[in-house]
């Protein structure tokens, strides 16, 4: 077998024991401890206190002018890549009337929102932000914070990528721990994701940079596209307590796994975010234990020792 695959049975079993209804189904389950489904609870608004707006950064106009001035470069332009032609011309058709709804969509949406928030709303961060987590998550267009966070703004440095990876996003990763501060990195996959079923199987006919970003997710060919997701996610755990053990070890920064489950895939309910992995913890009782209690840096839990194909 497979060492990612002994590593990636224990997860599946994790999540099942996390789901109170299939719980029971499972024998591993039935003989373990009684483990409550955890419940993540939704980051509360920021409340960090506000500090008097500092203009000081304030912008340098004639920098400013400076730099949007134009400068004249050739521009190359590659050709585009070759689709399968439109039916009759419509496609071309639609697709602008997609775009100029889309883009009408967006400032009238711009124009409310502005409407809607007080100066005092912007002044908070107007001069610097102050996340208190960065967290990865894949660029699916139905992985979104609103499903896990009321306004991110201010609160989430949100790093985003094909397959929720750390390697192909180490700067910005590193930047939202080491120079934002953030005592919380969490690491966010979710249900079906394309880019672990495409990285779980021949992916040698797609575009060499998208190749790259697959080749760094470490998974075994033919593998459950969720289990796929799950092994990924505490890949992902794994790496970033690899780098950032220091952080870890002393208590400042707790690395968390989770899984957005807007499928119901796991029978906790639809979009259920679901923490898989504290600190390099997987075993679902010492998981529900650990949630329930907040512990969720490694002082208080101990790192579980990583996998030594890492
Ligand atoms: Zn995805």
Redesign the pocket.
């Known amino acids: 077998m497979h060492p990612l695959l002994c590593h990636a049975r224990p997860l599946v079993i994790s999540l099942l024991l996390l789901a109170p209804g299939v719980a029971a189904a499972n024998e591993t389950a039935a003989a373990a401890p009684a483990a409550k489904a955890v419940v993540p609870e939704q980051l509360p608004p920021s409340i960090q206190p506000l500090k008097p707006a500092d203009h000081s950064a304030a912008v340098n106009n004639k920098a400013m002018v400076e730099r949007s001035r134009p400068v004249k470069k050739k521009v190359v332009h590659r050709p585009a890549v070759k689709h399968p032609p439109a039916a009759a011309g419509h496609e071309e058709h639609d697709e602008l009337g997609k775009v100029r709804s889309l883009v009408q969509a967006m400032v009238a949406a711009n124009q409310r929102y502005m409407k809607s928030k007080p100066a005092a709303y912007f002044e908070r961060f107007a001069s610097k932000q102050t996340p208190r987590a960065t967290v990865v998550t ?3 267009s139905r ?1 979104q914070s609103n499903a896990f966070h009321s306004d991110a703004v201010n609160d989430l440095f949100v790093v985003r990528n ?3 990876q750390l390697v192909t996003a180490e700067g910005s990763v590193e930047y939202g721990v080491r120079h934002l501060h953030t005592p919380l990195l969490m690491f966010i ?2 249900a079906v ?4 079923q495409a990285a779980s199987g021949d992916f040698s006919n797609l575009e060499r940079p998208i190749q790259k970003e697959l080749l760094t997710i470490n998974i075994p060919k033919g593998i459950a596209i969720n289990d796929g997701v799950l092994l990924n996610v505490n890949n992902q755990v794994d790496a970033a307590i690899m780098k950032f053990g220091g952080e870890v070890e002393s208590g400042k920064l707790a690395v968390v796994g989770a899984f957005y489950d807007f499928r119901n895939d796991y029978k906790q309910g639809r979009g259920k975010l679901i923490i898989t992995n504290i600190n390099g913890e997987t075993d679902p009782a010492r998981l529900a234990a650990l949630a329930k209690a907040g512990n969720f840096f490694s002082a208080a839990t101990g790192m579980a020792p990583l996998n030594a194909s890492h």
């Open positions: 894949c660029s699916d992985v094909i397959g929720n996959g979710h994701c394309g880019a672990i």
